[in-house]
């Protein structure tokens, strides 16, 4: 672009610091504090992108963080690369590569704009009502079709390669907004001794009047923007008061609960970001919030409303003002109130040609008046009806409005632009006010949504809270503080304000037109493509709720989330239907306010802190010896030890054979485990588990089982009487945490008469579980000491030993149906005990196994795993486990519901065993079972839960659920898989040495 | 997410605490002489009402205490707190 749009002064940029940037392919230059937009602007760019639907041409239409059209994707193919970033937003920084999104080939060219005059055919809810049938061609056709033209940038495919930090932050006030009545705010909050938080979403302070030009604003005799800059400097030598620039608040929670964005690299070149943080999450508590998030001007809807350069009226006030940036050569400003025809009077003032058009009659406001005195040209009570121009805003065509407002009437005026600059009055910003709770009330003067009722400690100044004149925020913002601070006298008491007051006033929610509504294009959601029609078309079909309509036209439903337009969406819904725009009441405002990069809320918590990871002590050993893990629960366990090429199969059948044929030792230190002390620990192990506890002699062990209060399976595990008043408790690995939070529960809130106290130990030792026939002579090597005979160490019982002076506790039990000891150390030594006993067991060809041959051990012999082979859905007489089940104890967790009528149903799912007919075949854990195949529809019994290739019994076996299980033993059932069917015999679940045989050797 | 007071570590947030249901349903003593549908109704039968509950909390990753919560669910609003066994406070 030849032509250089930055002819004017400004003291906001630093013009010795000259950056060069790229927009899709080509170099452009900027000044730092420039935003990618003003940049643009400046070299004249005014395209930037293709609408979401009919791909029409889109360009800069705000400033700021509502802009719904000027969204770019930054960074390219790097790794960078960022989608959907608001050009409004994104400062220029050295090396900056933006590039237009949703146009193919290219923004000038853009082969999807075909859709813009195809548009007729696809109006709202076109997408609902077309790809309906026929049905099979959604998956091969239609979604792969919508998908590919879904969605609007190019999400990142490489890792994010920069750092995200999460902090918290508490404060007496925190003031959220740094305009003019923020900055007022903060200043009496940090005078009267609080902590106070200042956070703005721009890189300086000072909101729209930091660049109010014009002289007939006075605060103190001062230019407005004067007088706060000087207010601005002094608050940065306030004590107590934080300042954090390029911060966005994202959400507003209960109990003054808010999340906000500091954005601390995005504006920096890539060298000067390295291994730096590009954005930090605050988690900031407030005692007391002060929302001055100020108001965004409305647009108009108006007849293709949407080209590029028709931009906000105050937004080319800031290009002009702030950046010093023309954004066109001959600029109409269309407008329905006063605050326009300041835009009118700085163009004019800096010599740009200037036409206004109002759809008001008159007025009397002293902008007016000097408008009129600069020899501004105003055609009174005209609405335009049409624009021209395809990539840029070439001319419009006006007419004068009908008496009532609904029509237009005598002959079009055409008028050459290259820039509109609209403005429909004000809207509030309470999106964070409604996210806190509040409720708003609606004001029908000039048909605004205000701050109502708050629902926590908190207030809205300014022009959030409906003050669009300079006095009346001044004014207010004094007061509102003084009173919610509680603070008698301010430095500002005394302040004078000069300033023009805003007259007439005059809305008109869809602007009227010379054609009928149906062929024209006046678009609210500017993002999504959605228009006036669009709204009209949902209510006649019937839609209601404002609600439903939104979602049926996807009208604020964009990035943007309709901050825009939304109003007028609401007011046309109001009009068409006949009811007040107050109780009609706006779309529900959901955090976040902008879009949060997912970098930013993970924080650190990628890779490998992604999840707690939970290793036991002897990890490093696995590791070493080539182990294969398995995710229980955050534990890693050792799954299995494959040697030399081995696949998962042939390693479990080898570490099988091994574990019964001579030895196997497995890492058994995730299991949960429970330290419980007190003179009523008896009592309370009654109380929790199935079977009677009060007779366990001291030094021996029990299997229990526990239950939910409804009688359902909740957790196993074996547990040992230490002394009087003392066990050990073990629990299922992934159950552990939750067994004792159950078990603390009755404790504190049932029965706090009892005497009992549980700690868990789970982290605190380490143990190893040597089993096999030649577990025996292993433990004697280790321990000396121990008499390990079976009269003085028989199956369920404990001892105490020493190894090299560290004391460990053994426990005779098993969960492979082989004899074995479970070794528990102090957990610093585990690595040690384990080594010592793959020494010891060296002669004994000593095989260490994980998790699968240990599942596959406990499977041969019918034991049972609480979550594989139960669902919260068995009893301990669905699983056949009658002989736990204390029929002396009064009670127990979940007893009484054993007598539900549901509960004892004969035809409940019981566990049983099933065995393959063909031997060699194994059935997938999870296959359905099915007594008849042909009956329609077919019958499920049941399921497989557990099932292996045992290499001890040289068959397939299986533990599975059925439907009245008990009484199939020794029928034929069948499992149908997708390319076959399986038969199956109901067996008993106890595959191998049913007499404890091998247990008791 | 809001801040509750346990009543043995003082105001924390929300985030250290788990929710425990509703508050004052008694585990009857004897369990056994109860009909089915009594024990159903012990067992199954919990209020969820918009607006003053009684709610148990955990301070499950802080103290491990139970107590009581009166909370307003239509706006998380904390009338009270106080321990187990202690009757609800008297408005």
């Known amino acids: 672009m030849s032509e250089n749009f930055r002819s004017l002064e400004t003291k906001f940029l630093d013009k010795t610091n000259r950056i060069s940037f790229k927009y899709n392919g080509k170099k452009y230059y900027g000044y730092k504090g420039d935003t990618l937009a003003s940049a643009l602007l400046s070299n004249g760019v005014h395209l930037i992108g293709r609408s979401f639907k009919y791909h029409r041409p889109r360009g800069i239409m705000t400033c700021g963080s509502e802009e719904p059209n000027a969204i770019v994707q930054i960074g390219g193919n790097s790794s960078f690369t960022e989608p959907n970033v608001r050009a409004t937003e994104q400062e220029i920084y050295e090396g900056l590569e933006a590039s237009s999104q949703n146009c193919w080939p290219s923004v000038e060219f853009d082969v999807g704009g075909i859709n813009n005059f195809i548009s007729p055919i696809i109006p709202a809810g076109f997408y609902y009502k077309t790809f309906m049938w026929p049905k099979k061609l959604w998956y091969s056709l239609y979604e792969p079709a919508i998908r590919m033209s879904a969605g609007l940038g190019k999400s990142p495919t490489q890792t994010d390669p920069e750092l995200y930090d999460h902090n918290h932050l508490h404060c007496d006030v925190l003031v959220v907004g740094g305009g003019i009545s923020g900055v007022i705010a903060a200043s009496i909050s940090s005078d009267n001794g609080n902590n106070t938080v200042l956070i703005d979403d721009k890189s300086s302070l000072g909101g729209t009047t930091i660049f109010q030009d014009d002289e007939n604003f006075k605060i103190n005799d001062e230019k407005s923007s004067v007088w706060l800059n000087n207010k601005i400097k002094e608050l940065e030598n306030k004590k107590n008061l934080i300042i954090k620039h390029r911060t966005s608040l994202a959400a507003y929670h209960n109990y003054n609960y808010l999340l906000a964005r500091e954005n601390l690299a995005d504006h920096k070149s890539l060298n000067e970001r390295s291994n730096k943080l590009r954005q930090r999450l605050w988690k900031i508590r407030a005692k007391k919030v002060i929302l001055a998030t100020g108001a965004i001007e409305r647009p108009l809807i108006f007849n293709n409303n949407d080209r590029p350069g028709i931009m906000l009226a105050n937004s080319v006030k800031k290009y002009i003002d702030y950046f010093g940036v023309r954004c066109g050569n001959k600029n109409i400003i269309f407008t329905n109130n006063d605050s326009a025809y300041e835009t009118a009077i700085s163009l004019n003032k800096k010599g740009i040609n200037v036409t206004i058009v109002d759809i008001r009659n008159s007025s009397s406001s002293m902008l007016v008046k000097n408008a009129k005195n600069a020899g501004i040209k105003i055609y009174w009570n005209h609405t335009i009806v049409d624009t021209k121009g395809y990539r840029r805003i070439k001319s419009i065509q006006i007419m004068e409005i009908s008496e009532d407002g609904t029509n237009v009437i005598g002959d079009k005026i055409n008028l050459v632009c290259d820039n509109l600059s609209v403005s429909g009055g004000w809207t509030p910003m309470v999106h964070l006010f409604t996210q806190s709770g509040g409720k708003l009330k609606f004001r029908d003067s000039d048909q605004v949504f205000l701050p109502n009722t708050a629902m926590s400690d908190q207030i809205s100044i300014g022009s959030c809270n409906g003050d669009f004149e300079l006095d009346d925020i001044i004014k207010n913002t004094i007061s509102d503080c003084k009173n919610f601070l509680s603070s008698s006298t301010t430095d500002f008491d005394l302040v004078k304000v000069n300033c023009p007051k805003q007259k007439e006033s005059k809305n008109i929610w869809l602007l009227p037109n010379d054609k009928p509504l149906g062929k024209t294009k006046p678009f609210l959601d500017f993002q999504n493509d959605s228009t006036a029609k669009d709204v009209k078309l949902a209510m006649r079909e019937g839609f209601r709720s404002i609600e439903h309509v939104k979602r049926y036209t996807t009208t604020g439903m964009g990035t943007d989330q309709g901050k825009l337009a939304n109003m007028h969406a609401l007011g046309i819904i109001s009009e068409t239907a006949g009811v007040k725009m107050g109780s009609l009441g706006t779309t529900t405002f959901r955090p976040p306010y902008t879009p949060l990069t997912f970098g930013t809320i993970v924080g650190r918590n990628v890779g490998a802190f992604f999840d707690i990871t939970r290793k036991t002590p002897m990890h490093d050993w696995h590791e070493n010896n080539k182990a294969k893990f398995e995710n229980v629960g955050q534990w890693k366990r050792a799954w299995y030890y494959p040697k030399d090429n081995e696949s998962m199969h042939q390693a479990v059948q080898r570490e099988s054979k091994a574990a019964r044929d001579s030895a196997g030792i497995l890492d058994a230190s995730t299991l949960g485990k429970i330290d419980i002390k007190g003179t009523d620990a008896s009592e309370f192990l009654n109380r929790v588990y199935t079977n009677a506890w009060s007779k366990l002699g001291i030094g021996k062990c029990r299997y229990g089982l526990m239950l939910n209060e409804d009688g359902m399976v909740y957790d196993d595990g074996v547990t040992t009487r230490l002394d009087d008043n003392h066990y050990l408790m073990t629990t299922t690995t992934g159950g552990a945490a939750n067994v004792l939070s159950k078990l603390e529960d009755y404790l504190q809130t049932e029965w706090p008469e009892l005497d009992v106290w549980l700690t868990s130990v789970t982290d605190q030792y380490a143990t190893a579980s040597v089993c096999g026939p030649n577990s025996k002579n292993i433990l004697k090597k280790l321990f000396p000491d121990v008499e390990f005979n079976d009269e003085n160490f028989p199956h369920m019982s404990y001892k105490n030993a020493e190894m090299d002076g560290i004391n460990c506790r053994i426990m005779r039990i098993s969960f492979t149906g082989e004899h074995s000891y479970e070794i528990n150390i102090e957990s610093k030594y585990g690595k040690s005990l384990w080594e010592k006993c793959m020494e010891a067991g060296k002669k004994y060809n000593i095989t260490p196994y994980g998790t699968e041959t240990m599942h596959l051990l406990r499977a041969e012999k019918g034991f049972i795993i609480v979550g594989q082979d139960t669902d919260g859905t068995m009893t301990p007489i669905d699983l056949q486990m009658d002989w736990i089940v204390s029929k002396k104890k009064y009670d127990f967790i979940g007893k009484r519901s054993l007598y539900r009528s549901d509960t004892m149903r004969e035809d409940r799912k019981q566990l049983v065993g099933l065995l393959t007919d063909n031997p060699k075949e194994v059935l997938e854990e999870g296959a359905q079972i099915v007594q008849d195949e042909k009956k329609q529809p077919i019958e499920m019994l049941g399921h497989v839960t557990s099932s292996y290739f045992s290499p001890n019994l040289n068959k397939s076996i299986a533990l599975a659920v059925v439907r009245n299980g008990k009484k199939l033993k020794g029928q034929k059932l069948y499992v149908p898989m997708k390319d076959k069917t399986i038969n199956v015999t109901v067996s008993d679940f106890i595959f191998f040495d049913s007499k404890n045989e091998r247990l008791n050797a | ?91």
């Open chain 2, 1 to 91: 997410m809001f801040i509750i007071t346990c009543p043995f570590c003082g105001e924390r947030d929300q985030s250290e605490f788990s929710a425990g249901g509703e508050a004052h349903i008694v585990r009857p003593k004897q369990p056994t002489e109860l009909s089915d549908d009594e024990w159903a109704d012990f067992l199954f039968m919990r209020k969820n009402i918009k607006g003053v509950q009684f709610e148990r909390w955990n301070h499950a990753h802080g103290c491990r205490k139970w107590f009581n919560v009166i909370r307003d669910t239509s706006n998380d609003k904390i009338h009270a707190v106080y321990k187990m066994g202690e009757k609800p406070p008297q408005k």
